[in-house]
């Protein structure tokens, strides 16, 4: 049976919601504070500013990290930077102004007061991450520069050259890193959570396995955040980092935890184009480039293997400014990529693989000269060079677009609590505030905004109504999760024994292939039934053995990882097709063929989507159960975007 | 543009665990790219392992865009390989030539115990910016971001060597297998901007003594450690370490 989810905002006008919420939360008492054990799961910006901030104030943390150490988790590779309405340029900008624009952004599909609250305390992270020794770039007066980014019309942007995302984290790794010199962070690196532990229908602990020594472990607390990021690598090839997975919000969904708009992904259209088959990965060229660059396909598919060089102008086709006079080539990202796939359909895409667009700065370079090019974009052409060994001052680059943000996630409230009490979600692992569409350099705000300024209040508000029960580790919740974690591993021994036709690498490039076809940049009914099915029998594949080699130890092994991974993603996958087949409308980064403009633009449908989807497990993805948080907008009324 | 192809010799440092003694093991990888990055071509040997009904080789990446300093591979006796300025997963195969032989090991140092293959233990790195390196500002209010001014110079050298991934390349490029070149960074970072002021006695002496606790060797002045930066990090911080530490001493 489906229910209506409650967002649990307090009530009155969007700019006192938060102040009076922290007027009539409940508080711990100090002398209790250390009484509260919490666990952080994930330590990326959300992760390491949560384990921080909950330790200054007093309670006990828990952190647990993927990889060798904190520093490396992915927030460290967001190149742009981070939006505040702190308006020190004096263009106009203001909280209200980037709440609106958040909310457009996303295609009015996110939680009007959240955003509202993200937009709030914005203002308090750049405060914060300067007092953190974040060298932000500087004017020569020694204040803060500021950029504009992602189209809009204010300059709000805080950076630190093309590494705002690395040294945001730095700064938050190093406060969490202080406070385990304090004792307050009990950090485990190295660490994968394999499930959430629920007693009396509150989370209460996980279960983890030593990635070194493949020893399986419970952990308890009063209350388990998670903070592990994205799942863009169900598409195989994003710009995604290897650890970047779903494993940990799927593994709380399979106990109840809601999956909020598993189909909103965000595709970046400027990223360098695939290669070949063995294509591991791949890298975002920066948004900033198509200032300058001017975006072109050949005219006649019959030119598209011809040197860029030797095509003539009247042969070449600026698809964009043709189509988006008066935006042209800074059209949004989801309009873009769009375009560029259409054009590659149409059999002009260029590169050996037919699959990339030209974004030339020949003209930008006549104009400005080499000079002004190489001030602006230096550090980016010369990554283009070492990479497709092109100079892109001498041949137009080649692009494509990737996956490289989820905006779906597990579906919280406002006090960022899933449905299951006890259980917050922070950072790009929630469905989050950005809707259908997240703007550029928004990404980095709301991890630290949820980690730094949400977590600590809301995490008090309910620790100071929790009561202890008589659970312990030793709990028969605690054993069965341990035996059905260990079962799991021994299952994937099992599959590689049995032997099958492909690697599990093979299979998980299989998955890739079908949901960046199907459930890619444009769907449709049939495409996503059809991907349904595949994802199925591929599914059905997997289960039935792969070839792959464990060591006896079950300890440090790439091969097991991949293959814990790529289950989960199988059945994620599979749950973003469904969703994608439900949302009938088209709406921000979500683009359904059958909804769309006369002009082709993304056709919303206000009357029967304007809500959040919510998916409860029930055993198998096949029978998961719709639920809704329906959205109202009393602030920033939906219109149709237009970019002509 | 279009992919050359060749076929690669390899010698790869298998190792267990911490306590088996090693031993480089010959393989032959055929039908690369030129335009295949070097951790594409191990991933292409370890699905031709799989098949063969064999382990990987186990080794580390995580970005592969050169920010998150997860890889780390000595590539002909050069950390990172012999390209500058770059990580491991930087690396292209067009580097290479058909039919050479590619010598590959984990990073050596007596503070990085290996964990398997060309994975190593790396946490003493955490352990020293764990007891230093940081402002110690408190997540709360603070004063307005441009109440205290930065000159944009000093910002931009903070960033220099703010710029650190964490990788260790300079550990492992050092003969005496230290960590200055790395505490240095993140001294120099926090000297250089007034937030960093307040802990910077207790900061440089602590990181200093924990480097030496580590099992970290001393600096000689060699300078490998800058020359196999992938963020080419310069040892001048180095000279900036050794004051904060000689201020430090001479004001307790």
Excluded at chain 1, 135 to 152: D, I, K, V, W
Aim: proline share 3%.
């Amino acid at each position: 049976m489906s229910i209506t989810l409650d967002s649990r905002a307090p009530s009155g006008p969007i700019e006192s919601k938060w102040d009076r919420y922290k007027a009539d939360m409940k508080l711990v008492n100090p002398a209790n504070k250390r009484k509260h054990t919490v666990i952080v799961v994930g330590t990326g910006l959300a992760g390491a500013s949560a384990s921080a901030s909950l330790a200054e104030a007093g309670y006990q943390v828990k952190t647990f990290c993927i990889h060798d150490t904190p520093r490396r988790a992915h927030s460290i590779a967001a190149q742009g930077g981070i939006n505040a309405a702190k308006n020190y340029m004096n263009d106009g900008d203001s909280v209200y102004r980037l709440f609106y624009d958040t909310v457009k952004g996303g295609d009015y599909r996110s939680r009007e007061a959240n955003v509202y609250r993200l937009a709030q305390v914005s203002t308090s992270i750049i405060d914060q991450s300067v007092a953190a020794g974040v060298p932000f770039a500087r004017e020569y007066s020694g204040e803060l520069a500021n950029r504009s980014f992602g189209g809009t019309q204010v300059s709000r942007t805080f950076y630190a050259r093309g590494q705002t995302g690395q040294q945001l984290l730095l700064g938050a790794y190093q406060a969490m890193m202080r406070q385990v010199d304090e004792k307050a962070v009990e950090l485990r690196t190295r660490t994968e959570m394999l499930d959430l532990v629920v007693i009396n229908g509150k989370a209460r602990g996980i279960i983890t396995r030593n990635l070194v020594t493949g020893q399986i472990e419970r952990h308890m607390a009063d209350a388990v955040v998670l903070a592990t990021g994205g799942y863009g690598r169900v598409f195989y090839l994003s710009t995604n980092a290897f650890n970047s997975n779903v494993s940990a919000a799927w593994r709380a969904h399979k106990r109840g935890a809601y999956f909020g708009n598993p189909c909103f992904t965000q595709i970046h259209p400027t990223c360098i184009p695939v290669s070949g088959e063995d294509q591991s990965k791949l890298t975002l060229m920066s948004e900033s480039l198509r200032n300058d660059g001017r975006v072109w396909v050949p005219k006649s598919a019959a030119d598209a293997k011809k040197h860029p060089n030797e095509l003539a102008e009247a042969d070449r086709d600026y698809y964009l400014e043709r189509r988006y006079p008066s935006f042209g080539n800074l059209v949004p990202r989801d309009v873009a990529s769009r375009n560029a796939k259409y054009v590659c359909d149409e059999g002009r895409g260029v590169g050996s693989s037919g699959l990339a667009v030209y974004l030339d700065f020949k003209d930008a370079i006549k104009r400005l000269g080499d000079n002004v090019i190489r001030e602006k974009y230096g550090n980016l052409f010369h990554m283009y060079h070492e990479i497709t060994n092109e100079d892109p001052y001498q041949v137009p680059m080649r692009m494509y677009p990737a996956v490289h943000y989820t905006m779906g996630g597990l579906w919280v409230d406002y006090h960022l609590q899933s449905n299951i009490p006890g259980l917050f979600v922070l950072g790009e692992a929630n469905f989050s505030d950005h809707g259908a569409n997240r703007l550029g350099a928004s990404a980095l705000m709301q991890g630290l905004a949820d980690g730094y300024f949400v977590i600590p209040f809301t995490m008090g508000n309910y620790l100071a109504g929790f009561k202890r029960d008589e659970a312990t580790t030793e709990s028969s919740e605690f054993k069965d999760a341990q035996a059905s974690a260990q079962g799991r591993i021994d299952h994937m021994v099992a599959l590689g024994k049995k032997g099958g036709k492909h690697t599990t690498q093979e299979i998980y490039r299989s998955l890739g292939k079908i949901m960046w076809d199907k459930v890619g940049m444009e769907r449709d009914e049939a495409g996503l039934k059809q991907a349904i099915s595949q994802i199925q029998a591929l599914r059905q594949e997997f289960e039935s053995g792969v070839k792959m080699q464990v060591p006896e130890d079950l300890g440090r092994s790439q091969a097991l990882e991949v293959a814990m991974r790529v289950e989960d993603l199988l059945e994620l996958g599979e749950l973003m097709a469904k969703d994608a087949l439900e949302r009938k409308e088209s709406c921000g980064g979500h683009f359904r063929a059958e909804s769309q403009t006369e002009d082709g633009e993304a056709k919303r449908d206000d009357e029967n989507f304007s809500h959040v989807s919510a998916w409860e497990y029930k055993g198998d993805v096949s029978k998961s159960v719709l639920h809704k948080e329906s959205l109202t907008f009393e602030y920033v009324k939906p219109t149709q975007r237009s970019y002509k | 543009m279009s992919a050359k192809k060749m076929t690669v010799h390899l010698k790869v440092w298998r190792q267990k665990n911490k306590n088996d003694a090693g031993h480089f093991e010959d393989y032959t990888v055929q039908d690369i790219s030129d335009d295949m990055s070097f951790l594409e071509m191990l991933d292409r040997l370890n699905v031709n392992l799989q098949k063969a009904g064999k382990l990987e080789v186990e080794f580390e990446s995580d970005c592969r865009e050169g920010i998150c300093g997860t890889c780390s591979c000595v590539i002909n006796g050069q950390p990172h390989g012999p390209v500058t300025g770059a990580a491991t997963c930087q690396l292209y195969m067009r580097q290479f030539k058909d039919g050479d032989t590619i010598v590959i090991e984990p990073w050596r140092a007596k503070a990085f115990p290996v964990i398997r293959d060309l994975v190593v233990d790396r946490s003493g790195l955490d352990r020293i910016i764990t007891v230093g390196g940081y402002t110690g500002a408190k997540t709360g209010p603070h004063a307005d971001a441009n109440s205290i001014l930065v000159p944009k110079e000093n910002a931009e050298k903070a960033m220099d060597y703010a710029a650190c991934i964490g990788c260790g390349a300079c550990v492992a490029a050092c003969p005496n297998g230290s960590a200055s070149l790395f505490t240095s960074a993140k001294i120099s970072h926090m000297s250089l901007l007034p937030q960093g002021h307040p802990l910077r006695q207790s900061r440089v002496t602590r990181m200093v003594n924990q480097m030496d606790k580590e099992g970290f060797g001393h600096c000689t002045n060699i300078g490998e450690c800058q020359s196999a930066c992938p963020k080419e990090i310069k040892i001048d911080s180095i000279a900036i370490m050794r004051r904060e530490f000689f201020n430090a001493a001479i004001r307790s």
